[in-house]
């Protein structure tokens, strides 16, 4: 069964910085990309960064400079660090891993900008 695991969310004051971690059931190779969206209220899910199998990875404009995304092949886990947080990051964000065209998320981890 595949499960993806996220942590890292909480409240920062805007200009901050948090690190969001996503530990998968199994070995993060088989997915043929892995990433992270995010939702706002009121809001449809948006994808903020994704990275392949081979380490490529693509960004929103949004977050652009500010996020990195990344992984951790020996502990099956992808992170998402985020510095110079903005208020308009305030969201759930969720976990995602794409295997045989099956799609797998998270339960998702609140982060919240705010002074």
């Known amino acids: 069964q595949v499960q993806l695991v996220e942590s890292g969310g909480g409240l920062v004051q805007p200009g901050g910085s948090l690190r969001l971690s996503c530990a998968a059931s199994i070995t993060i190779f088989r997915f043929n990309v892995m990433g992270w969206y995010r939702q706002a209220p009121g809001k449809e899910r948006e994808l903020v960064a994704r990275i392949t199998s081979t380490g490529s990875a693509n960004y929103a404009d949004s977050v652009k400079g500010r996020f990195t995304i990344s992984r951790d092949n020996a502990k099956n886990t992808i992170y998402l660090q985020m510095n110079s947080l903005k208020a308009e990051d305030t969201a759930v964000y969720y976990c995602?891993?794409?295997?045989?065209?099956?799609?797998?998320w998270g339960q998702g981890t609140q982060v919240t900008v705010s002074s």
């Open positions: 995602s891993g794409t295997l045989f065209n099956a799609d797998y």
